[in-house]
Every structure is written in structure tokens, then in C-alpha cells.
């Protein structure tokens, strides 16, 4: 039995021993060149710190983009970093990856940083980064519809030593938000061949907060009809799930690029009539409001075609996932996915996975606390259980199902 007051650690020390599989980020393999973002002037222009910059200093943002990477770097140090203490999560962050790197994380000037990331061997840097994250393998976006990326698959696919960290999803934003001229049955036959090719473990698309299914002009709606016609039938066909990221309302502020977009509650209505009317798939969803998160869980406790992951983007914040995965494991015991990081520059997994442990660990020796009050302790055995499931095979059983399920017959209860 575990003494009650070194529970928390217990947990804490499960969870830091137990390797993640980050189903959703925007990294790529090194295979895939420039696209794949690593070092201090990523890190520092990410998107998220961009939006925060406006909110300290008086720069425009046609000013901010005419800079070259750097010098927006150097503004949002001096700003965010050096002006300001980053106490804003994303600024954090920052902070805690230089830290755990082995830097001084209070350097006026970036010189220093720069200096130690030019010195990295990238293969030996993302070996390092994903151990000292506690990182199994990543799952990237991959959109075949990129040009950019595209006709890089032709050298990685031919290259298998990244696979096993690296795997795809196949990414459908451009396919379904935006306009394409596929019909649907060129479309299946497009998703299936790339997907094949990816060896992508899910397919996905992000929604806006209006998505509505079925429309109310169902049979125009082209998006809709390129999901039940092409989308919904390739990932059958595959067996593969469809990952589904509803609620977030792009461009609301244009001037901002990647930071201008916001998030809405949306109607799950919508998510209900997919997964009711389409048993035969399976479906991982994020949704990107606050207010929708208790109905996600409704949701899954009445459609078993359903998994809830991630604590997305502006929920990506302590106070956020705390409560958001206490109402889990509340309705829905271990059968969720509880975060994934949304990383877009290497270094980031660092912090993001820090702190959801940090947020975990007190939450789920709460839960514990409340079983062994009511009159069962767990050990360790059983923590290891629960986390093994959380941060690794709930998504393994979603994205690899086992070839010959064992169907479920009285007689196996035997
Ligand atoms: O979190 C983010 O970085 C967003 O910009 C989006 O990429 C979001 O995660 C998405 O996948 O659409
Ligand atoms: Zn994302």
C-alpha cells in the first residue's frame, strides 16, 4: 500500500517514467528539410508569443512581419523576456526549455542561445529532446495537398529510419475548408493512395464552431458531402480513425497570420449525428471551447466510437487542463487521451510535456485519494496501469486495432 502522503510522488514518478506518444503536433521528421522548425528563433516566434507581443509592445504587425525571423526573435525577447518576467504560459515555456537544455535561461541577448544551437547535430539533438520530454514518438500533420510538402514524401517514404518517432496523419483542411475540384469518388481514391503512402495513423481536420452535420442544405454542402463520401469510407476502409478538431473561428484578426485565429462554442449536435450515424468509424475529437468540453463528455459515455483527446491550444494552460481532465476521469474513467502537445518548433515538447505531467500529478492522486477514502487503495502496479492507458494505449488500440479483434461473446466472461 502506498502511505497517503507519498502518493502525489508515486503519481509524478509514474508519469515521468512512462513514455508518451504525442498523437497531434506539426513536427516533421528530419527528412522533410526546412519544414521541420527547431532552435531559438522558432521557439521565440511561435505564434502563440507573436499574439502576446502586440499586447506589450506598441509594433504593428505590417512592421513585425517586414523583419527577417531574427530580428522578431530579438523583439520578443527584449519584450516578452527581458522588459516583461514570461510569466504567460508560452512565455514560460521558453524558459523551461533552455533551462532543461542546460542554459542560462536569462541571457539579455540571444547570441549565447544561438551560438549553442548551432553546435547541435539535428539527429542527436531530437534523440536528446525526446528523452528529456519523455517521448516515445510524435504523430506530424501532414497535408498532401502542401506543395511544399508534398514532394518530399518521395524521399522520406523511401527513407524508414524516422518512422518509428515519426509517424502521419493525413491532414483534410484543404481538401474539405477549402476549395478543391476532387468529386468525391476522385477524392477517396486520392485520400486512400496518400494515406497508404503516409502510412497515416488517423486522418484529421480542424472545424469551425458553425460546422454543422448534417447542413441544412445537406445535399450542396461540400464539405459534408466529401465526408460521408470520400472521408468517412477511406477511413473505413483503412481502418483508421478520423480526428475531428471542432470550434476554432480562423482569421478573425487577418493582420495577426497564424496568431489571428480565435475559438467558438460549437453545436455537438453535429459530432452526435456522426457517431450515431456512423458506427463503422472511429472518431478522436478535440474541441477548442471551454463550454463544450462537459458535452464531449456526454458524448463519449454514449457513443463507444468516440475519444476524446487534448486539451487544445488556448485550453492548453494549467487552470484549463486541470479541470477539463478531472471532469474526465470523472465521467469517463481512463478512456480519454488526455493531451497532446500541438508542438510546432521541436524544443516545445520539452515544456508542453513537463507541464502536463505537473498537471496530472495532482489530479490523479486526488482521484486516488477519493477511492482509497472509499475504500480501495491502488498501488503501484495500478497507477502504472492508468497512465500506460492515458498516454499510450488508448491511442495505440485507436489507430492499430488488433487484426483479429476478439469478439466479445458471453462465453468469454467464462
Ligand atoms: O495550436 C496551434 O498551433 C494552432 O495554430 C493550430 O495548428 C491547431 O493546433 C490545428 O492543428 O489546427
Ligand atoms: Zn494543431
Not at 526549455?97 to 547541435?120: I, K, M, N, W
Not at 459534408?224 to 480526428?243: F, G, H, K, Y
Not at 493531451?339 to 520539452?350: F, K, M, N
Amino acid at each position: 500500500m502506498i502511505p497517503p502522503d507519498t502518493l502525489e510522488a508515486v503519481v509524478a514518478d509514474v508519469l515521468a517514467s512512462t513514455q508518451v506518444i504525442d498523437m497531434h503536433t506539426h513536427l516533421f521528421a528530419p527528412g522533410f528539410g526546412s519544414l521541420g522548425l527547431w532552435g531559438i528563433d522558432h521557439l521565440l516566434t511561435y505564434h502563440y508569443l507573436e499574439a502576446e507581443l502586440f499586447r506589450s509592445s506598441p509594433i504593428r504587425p505590417e512592421q513585425y512581419w517586414a523583419l527577417s525571423t531574427a530580428q522578431r526573435a530579438d523583439l520578443i525577447w527584449k519584450t516578452l523576456f527581458v522588459e516583461n518576467n514570461p510569466i504567460s504560459e508560452a512565455a514560460r515555456g521558453v524558459i523551461a526549455v533552455l533551462h532543461e537544455l542546460g542554459l542560462d535561461a536569462s541571457a539579455r541577448t540571444l547570441e549565447p542561445y544561438r551560438d549553442f544551437f548551432r553546435e547541435q547535430n539535428l539527429t542527436d539533438h531530437i534523440a536528446r529532446v525526446f528523452q528529456l520530454a519523455g517521448i516515445e514518438s510524435v504523430v506530424m500533420t501532414n497535408d498532401p495537398l502542401d506543395p511544399e510538402e508534398s514532394p518530399l514524401w518521395d524521399s522520406f517514404t523511401s527513407d524508414p529510419r524516422f518512422h518509428a518517432s515519426f509517424h502521419a496523419s493525413l491532414r483534410l483542411d484543404r481538401l474539405l475548408n477549402q476549395e478543391s475540384a476532387y468529386t468525391p469518388a476522385e477524392a477517396r481514391r486520392f485520400l486512400e493512395s496518400w494515406a497508404t503512402r503516409m502510412r497515416a495513423v488517423y486522418m484529421a481536420v480542424s472545424l469551425p464552431d458553425s460546422f454543422q452535420f448534417p447542413a441544412p442544405d445537406q445535399k450542396r454542402d461540400r464539405r459534408n458531402q466529401l465526408l460521408t463520401e470520400a472521408v468517412l469510407p477511406a477511413c473505413r476502409d483503412l481502418n483508421i480513425p478520423l480526428s475531428l478538431m471542432i470550434g476554432v473561428r480562423r482569421q478573425v484578426n487577418p493582420a495577426l497570420r497564424l496568431a489571428g485565429d480565435a475559438s467558438g462554442r460549437a453545436d455537438l449536435r453535429s459530432l452526435e449525428a456522426l457517431c450515431r450515424d456512423f458506427p463503422g468509424n472511429r472518431f478522436l475529437v478535440s474541441v477548442l471551447s471551454r463550454e463544450n468540453q462537459h458535452e464531449l463528455c456526454v458524448y463519449a459515455r454514449k457513443f463507444s466510437n468516440l475519444m476524446p483527446f487534448g486539451c487544445w491550444w488556448f485550453l492548453n494552460n494549467p487552470s484549463t487542463v486541470e479541470e477539463i481532465t478531472r471532469e474526465r476521469l470523472e465521467m469517463l474513467g481512463t478512456s480519454f487521451i488526455p493531451q497532446h502537445s500541438d508542438a510546432r518548433i521541436l524544443e516545445q515538447v520539452i515544456y508542453k510535456w513537463r507541464n502536463t505531467r505537473r498537471t496530472l500529478a495532482p489530479v490523479l492522486a486526488k482521484t486516488y485519494r477519493l477511492l482509497a477514502d472509499d475504500g480501495r487503495a491502488v498501488t503501484r502496479d495500478d497507477i502504472e496501469r492508468d497512465v500506460r492507458r492515458l498516454f499510450r494505449t488508448n491511442f495505440e488500440d485507436w489507430t492499430s486495432p488488433s487484426p483479429n479483434p476478439t469478439v466479445w461473446s458471453p462465453a468469454s466472461l467464462a
